[in-house]
C-alpha cells in the first residue's frame, strides 16, 4: 500500500507562489508516475499535471501551462508543484496521486492513478 501526504498548501494572494510537496512511504517510489489533481468547490476533480518515473517526461493542463512546474526527487521520495503566479481560479483542494501499474509513463487519465493523498487546500484572494 502507498501512502502519500501532501504539505505546503495556504492562502496567498494573486500573483504570489507555493510550493506542494508529496511524500510518498513506498519503497518503489522511482518505479511509477505521479500526477497533481485538484478540486474546487462544486466542481470535479480536475487534472493539473502529471511526471513519469525519472522526471524526464511532463505535461500539464493548459490552465497551468508556463505557471506551474512539476518535479520529483526519488533519493527524498518526493514530488513537488511549484505554483507561481497563482489566480483566483486556482483555489482548489489539491491532491498528489500514484500510478502504479502503468510501467512509470506520465499520464493525464485520473483512473489510471490507484494511490491518493488527503489534499491540501490552496486558497488565492484576489
Known amino acids: 500500500q502507498v501512502q502519500l501526504v501532501e504539505s505546503g498548501g495556504g492562502l496567498v494572494q494573486a500573483g504570489g507562489s507555493l510550493r506542494l510537496s508529496c511524500l510518498a512511504s513506498?519503497?518503489?517510489?522511482?518505479?511509477?508516475?505521479m500526477g497533481w489533481f485538484r478540486q474546487a468547490p462544486g466542481k470535479e476533480r480536475e487534472f493539473v499535471a502529471t511526471i513519469n518515473w525519472s522526471g524526464s517526461n511532463l505535461y500539464y493542463s493548459d490552465s497551468v501551462r508556463g505557471r506551474f512546474t512539476i518535479s520529483r526527487d526519488n533519493a527524498k521520495k518526493t514530488m513537488y508543484l511549484q505554483m507561481n503566479n497563482l489566480k483566483f481560479e486556482d483555489t482548489a483542494v489539491y491532491y498528489c496521486?500514484?500510478?502504479?501499474?502503468?510501467?512509470?509513463?506520465?499520464?493525464?487519465?485520473?483512473?489510471?492513478?490507484?494511490?491518493w493523498g488527503q489534499g491540501t487546500q490552496v486558497t488565492v484572494s484576489s
Open positions: 513506498s519503497r518503489t517510489f522511482s518505479t511509477y508516475a
Open positions: 496521486a500514484a500510478a502504479v501499474n502503468i510501467g512509470g509513463m506520465a499520464t493525464t487519465n485520473r483512473h489510471d492513478y490507484v494511490h
